[in-house]
T-cell receptor, first 111, second 115 residues
Framework: GDSVTQMEGPVTLSEEAFLTINCTYT??????LFWYVQYPGEGLQLLLK?????DKGSNKGFEATYRKETTSFHLEKGSVQVSDSAVYFC??????????FGAGTTVTVRA | DARVTQTPRHKVTEMGQEVTMRCQPI?????VFWYRQTMMQGLELLAY????????DSGMPKDRFSAEMPDATLATLKIQPSEPRDSAVYFC?????????????FGPGTRLTVL
C-alpha cells in the first residue's frame, strides 16, 4: 500500500543552520505530497504541498520538490530559527481523501 | 481567523468509562476527519465524513468507537467502554472542497488518558 518513510529524529540544530529532512514514498499512481508541521500543544498545520512531479512547494522559507524519479520529497530550509522547533510530518495522498503520514521528525533549534 | 475547535483539550478517565470528544469544524466546511496520534502508530485516520454522512470508518474499532455528525457544526467521537490502549491524542480536521484536492485543517486535539 501507499506509505511514507521519513528521516528519524530528533534533529538538533543551531540557529541559522541548514535543515534537511528526508522523505521518500511508495505509491501507485501519482499522489499529492505534503509537509505538515506540529508546534508543541497544537494540531497539525499544512506547511507546503506539491501535486505533481517537479512541482516545488514553498512556505515560510521551507521548500520541497516532488521528485518522481527518486520518489522523494525532502524538506529544506536554508537558515532555521528557534521558532522552527516543531515536529514535521511528510504525508501523501493518492487520488482520494486519505492522507498517509510519516512517523514525524522532531526538530529542535538552539539559540 | 477560522479554526477547528475541539473539546475537551485534555481528558483523564478510568477504564470502562464512556468518553465523548467534540469537534466544531470550520464554518462552511463539508468534510470532517478524525485522526488518532500515538507514539507507536503515529497518525491514523479513524473516520471520514462528507456532508455529515460517514463515508469511511474502516480505521475505527467498531466494537467500542462510534462517530457521528448530529449537525453541520458538530462532530462527535465516542468510546464506550474506554480502555488504557485508547490513550492517545485525537485530532479532528475539516476541509472545504473536493477531499482529493483540498487542505485539511486540524484542530488542537484532545489528549485522552485512560487509567
Amino acid at each position: 500500500g501507499d506509505s511514507v518513510t521519513q528521516m528519524e529524529g530528533p534533529v538538533t540544530l543551531s540557529e541559522e543552520a541548514f535543515l534537511t529532512i528526508n522523505c521518500t514514498y511508495t505509491a501507485t499512481g501519482y499522489p499529492s505530497l505534503f509537509w505538515y508541521v506540529q508546534y508543541p500543544g497544537e494540531g497539525l498545520q499544512l506547511l507546503l504541498k506539491a501535486t505533481k512531479a517537479d512541482d516545488k512547494g514553498s512556505n515560510k522559507g521551507f521548500e520541497a520538490t516532488y521528485r518522481k524519479e527518486t520518489t522523494s520529497f525532502h524538506l529544506e530550509k536554508g537558515s532555521v530559527q528557534v521558532s522552527d522547533s516543531a515536529v514535521y510530518f511528510c504525508a501523501l495522498r493518492p487520488n482520494d481523501y486519505k492522507l498517509s503520514f510519516g512517523a514525524g521528525t522532531t526538530v529542535t533549534v538552539r539559540a | 481567523d477560522a479554526r477547528v475547535t475541539q473539546t475537551p483539550r485534555h481528558k483523564v478517565t478510568e477504564m470502562g468509562q464512556e468518553v465523548t470528544m467534540r469537534c466544531q469544524p470550520i464554518l462552511g466546511h463539508n468534510t470532517v476527519f478524525w485522526y488518532r496520534q500515538t507514539m507507536m502508530q503515529g497518525l491514523e485516520l479513524l473516520a471520514y465524513f462528507r456532508n455529515r454522512a460517514p463515508l469511511d470508518d474502516s480505521g475505527m474499532p467498531k466494537d467500542r468507537f462510534s462517530a457521528e455528525m448530529p449537525d453541520a457544526t458538530l462532530a462527535t467521537l465516542k468510546i464506550q467502554p474506554s480502555e488504557p490502549r485508547d490513550s492517545a491524542v485525537y485530532f479532528c480536521a475539516s476541509g472545504s472542497g473536493q477531499p482529493s484536492t483540498d487542505t485539511q485543517y486540524f484542530g488542537p486535539g484532545t489528549r485522552l488518558t485512560v487509567l
